[in-house]
């Protein structure tokens, strides 16, 4: 096995990445995405991914989290003593970065059905050993901050709406202490008052040394919390013919 090194200031970083999709329902053309996407994320700094809708961000976050397979280059993470290489990486590899090293906020809460707020919060916590009353505690406590209300703890987060699934969605993502927080659009659909909250959980974590990587649409946020910005254009390989 290939042994990498990064800089221990780092919890991040993507070196010379390129990705490239296949349109099956169009002869199996291929679309080259990104090409040549480096940037490091040092610990207790938010970079955040510039660009327009569609320039590749979404995409970057994905192969970071290892949803996504990249056909070129190396993603380091700073995992368990040791610098893992997410693009080449097992998948029982990635599964135990997920639970140890880097959590991750979308807009949107995919948990399972039935299963009371307050227990999809504090899952993280207990997949990771916490005693389960202790992660409920910390799970009420997070979901207070977010102005969820009690009498919601107990129901399934499907039936709340989506204002409400996002912040339970930022409540199970900030439940862990972990080096590296994924952040894609963790205030799209939040009112300015829960906005102030996020902000203030992100700074928290960023100021005990969390790096995190983000996509903001909301100026604001971006402004409030972003150390640095990448932007993906420049790594989006151009049209044939395209001017220079």
């Not at 040791?82 to 880097?102: C, N």
């Not at 008052?193 to 946020?221: P, S, Y």
Request: glycine share 8%; proline share 5%.
């Amino acid at each position: 096995m290939t042994s990498h090194t990064i800089d221990p200031d780092l919890v991040l970083s993507v070196q010379d990445v390129d990705k490239t999709f296949t349109l099956h329902l169009q002869d199996a053309q291929r679309l080259p995405v990104l090409r040549g996407l480096t940037f490091d994320v040092p610990r207790g700094t938010c970079v955040v991914l510039g660009g327009e809708s569609g320039s590749g961000k979404s995409t970057v976050m994905k192969m970071v989290f290892g949803s996504y397979g990249a056909d070129a280059g190396r993603i380091l993470l700073a995992h368990d003593g040791r610098v893992l290489d997410l693009a080449a990486a097992q998948p029982r590899e990635v599964l135990a970065a997920r639970r140890e090293t880097m959590g991750y906020v979308s807009q949107f809460l995919r948990a399972v059905p039935r299963v009371a707020a307050l227990d999809v919060v504090a899952e993280p916590l207990v997949e990771r050993g916490a005693d389960r009353d202790t992660a409920r505690e910390r799970a009420a406590e997070l979901l207070s901050r977010l102005s969820i209300p009690e009498r919601l703890w107990t129901l399934p987060p499907a039936t709340f709406s989506g204002g409400e699934q996002q912040r339970v969605n930022i409540a199970r993502g900030f439940i862990a202490e972990r080096p590296l927080l994924l952040l894609d659009e963790p205030t799209a659909s939040l009112d300015a008052r829960n906005r102030e909250v996020v902000i203030g959980l992100i700074r928290e974590r960023l100021a005990r040394g969390v790096g995190m990587l983000a996509i903001f649409h909301d100026a604001d946020v971006r402004d409030a919390v972003g150390d640095a910005v990448v932007d993906v254009r420049a790594f989006t390989p151009q049209p044939a013919g395209a001017a220079a």
